[in-house]
């Protein structure tokens, strides 16, 4: 008994008492940790880098072949929506996606190999698209 009296004696001695400032800094701290006050302004974020949209109408690229231009190490990003069904292959980079008829399909691979590479259409052998890859 006297062992439990003697933890809460230092408890209280220790925690202190409530006419000091000593919660108001946790509270604070809390409070800036959790984003309640005193929070930094936001850094801005960098802008995402365009991603190309390519469109496929009646089987064959609205406004021609799309010109793709990227440099090595970056990343490839690009959209291809058709409204016919087929598999869009880049050639060089050997990569393949099917888009369903009135649907899209997303690609996004880094840009590892350098040349000027072909996308297309493949079950209706129509070009779409000319990746080229600079160096760097």
């Known amino acids: ?19 000091d400032n000593s919660g108001t800094t946790a509270t604070t701290e809390t409070q800036a ?12 974020q960098p802008a995402q880098p365009a991603v190309e949209r390519i469109v ?5 690229p609205r406004g021609g072949v799309e010109r793709l231009s990227f440099d090595s190490g970056e ?5 291809v929506r058709s409204d016919v069904a087929d598999e869009v292959h880049v050639h060089g980079y050997d990569i393949s996606r099917d888009v369903p008829a009135g649907g899209s ?4 691979f880094p840009a590892r190999l350098e040349g000027v590479f072909e996308v297309e259409l493949e079950g209706r052998h129509e070009q779409i698209a000319e990746l ?5």
């Not at 940790?33 to 801005?44: L, N, S, Y």
């Not at 496929?56 to 064959?60: D, I, S």
């Not at 990343?75 to 959209?79: M, T």
């Open 1 to 19: 008994m006297a062992a439990v009296a003697a933890v809460v004696v230092l408890f209280v001695v220790l925690a202190g008492g409530d006419d």
């Open 33 to 44: 940790t959790t984003g309640t006050t005193d929070q930094k302004p936001a850094q801005p």
């Open 75 to 79: 990343r490839i990003r690009f959209v």
């Open 56 to 60: 496929v109408v009646g089987g064959k």
């Open 105 to 108: 399909v997303r690609f996004s």
């Open 132 to 136: 080229r890859v600079s160096p760097g």
